[in-house]
């Protein structure tokens, strides 16, 4: 969203629930909080289903896995697409796609994925996670002045680091749950170190694959962007982690200078004014692998910038029109030689459901060109297919978030970000085009299974390893202790 210059917080501590308490002992101990009691060893699949837990531990044992008989979507146009395939999976990683694949020896468990559709895990390049305790609280909303007035500038200043933890928590097993397997996370509530490690944990504790674009933060323990060094050292020093690290930035020259110095890839929110976009260029700080969110009412100049300095864009489209942010600019994109990424914002008026999302894309786009059909335009661009907006969703994503080496497509060597959706059912039935199918007919009830580097974390329609009602019950103690503090005043029926 905006980027407000003249917040001027006062954080306030006030005495919470000894549960909530809990969470604020230290940054190891939130960690073990989070680790043990939100993801225990012993996966819990439906509970009521004692045939999918079994069928679960069995998995969950075995270093190889088969995925047989599904409709197999890769999303990798040099290998194509298979009406009925397989996907093995060894280790975490997709070693074969193909039709008939054998296995032999008990280190394999087959999967039946007939009247399935596997795809890549989506990805969604701009998630203001932490919001997840403010959904729907501006259901009307538009960004000014509801938004900045009320959430930027009054709701988020009065985050402690529990419901910085809550918010990002919730929010990232809502995603898993809805079929989304990374995220760029763009949480401005660094208010403290603290806040930082909670929002961390958070996302290591949900499973997701996700990008950390360290963000600002208000108040006299704000530590932003020097904390990115301590950060680095302790979060961020394997290569082979889910979490990978970048800076959120703002159109203060500054704030890049620190995304170069930490050697991060810079994330800025852009609409409105491409002037200072512009002087960002001429200054020499932009970097291949930076990410452009919004993008509306940018011109040409400003376009060409993105594309010839390396940059990608992220688009909300239903955000965008609901709050008035402007005309997504998915088609401005395009125009200008660069492939789109798809991202939900927050949750605070919007769904963070990325099969809207692409719906959402495709009606538009289309929409706009057939208009101008009308209109009597020629030589007017293509219209929008299903198989794109797919594409925009997962490995347009990966190359936005820069983790395409890793993920994006079903292609043997990348890690197995893998989504397994329901198509049997009488709203997506009978088979007639599966691309049309996922991106038009689809929605989050279609997600069965979910593996995330190999690891099984939905299954069989419910989440693997979470206490639900614990996790639902900390995140309506944070809603109700940061609104409590802010003073906001909102109605359940209004």
Known sequence: MSDPRDMQPKISATNETSSRREFLKSSAGLAAVGGATMLPSGAQAQAGDPNANAELRDIQGRPRILLKGGIVLTLDRGMGDFAQGDVLIEDGTIREVRPNIAVSGNDAAVIDCGNRILIPGFIDTHSHSYQGLLRSILPNGVVDPDYNRDIQNNLTLHYEPADAYAGVLVTALAMIDMGTTAIVDISQVAHSPEHSDANIHALQDSGIRAVFAYSRGAGPANRYPEDIARLQRTYFNARDQLLTPAMAVSIDPKTFQAARAAGLRAVLHIRLNPEPL??????????????????????????????????????????????????????????????????SDHSATVAQDMFGIMRAAFDLQRLSILQRVRRGEQNLPPLLTAREVLEFATIEGARCADIDARVGTLTPGKEADIVVLRADRPDVWPHNNAYGTVANLMNPSHVETVFIAGKVKKWRGSLVGVDMVRVLRLVAESRDAVVRRSGFRSSLLG
């Open 278 to 343: 512009l002087a960002l260029g001429r200054a020499g700080l932009l970097r291949p692998g930076d990410e452009f969110i919004h993008c509306a009412h940018l011109n040409d100049e400003a376009w060409r910038l993105i594309k010839d300095s390396g940059g990608r864009t992220s688009h909300s489209p239903p955000l965008e029109m609901a709050m008035g942010h402007g005309m997504p600019a998915i088609q401005d994109a395009l125009d200008h030689g660069m492939r789109p990424s798809l991202s």
